[in-house]
């Protein structure tokens, strides 16, 4: 998609600090991180929501993110995966995102 903010970082066309890339997956740190670590894991084909992803697709999600977390040393330590779907979950750009946050205690409830 032409006018997708994250379609433009997995190609380049936007500055991103990246984290990992292969031929499906792009990860790069956020811009407002709410952990020490905080990367979005995308897919580089624009998919809205899980649904639209392909058991392969969401299965390199997840791999890419238990590999990051490997290689940032939070994988002994604790982290956390998220995916926001839709505006009302607080989805800011809409193509599929997995979070993965750590290097510090993300208790829950928070508090």
Do not use: Y
Not at 32 to 37: E, K, L
Not at 94 to 104: I, K
């Amino acid at each position: 998609m032409s006018d997708c903010l994250f379609c433009k970082i997995a190609t380049g066309q936007i500055k991103s600090e990246k984290v990992f890339e292969n031929d499906t997956i792009f990860a790069f740190k956020d811009i407002n991180p709410q952990a020490p670590q905080h990367i979005l894991v995308i897919p580089k084909r624009h998919i809205n929501s899980p649904a639209e992803a392909t058991g392969s697709e969401l299965t390199a999600i997840f791999s890419a993110a238990a590999r990051i977390a490997d290689e940032l040393k939070i994988k002994d330590s604790g982290f956390r995966m998220v995916f926001n779907q839709g505006p009302d979950a607080g989805q800011a750009v809409p193509h599929l995102h997995l979070h993965l946050l750590g290097g510090r205690p993300l208790h829950w409830p928070p508090g």
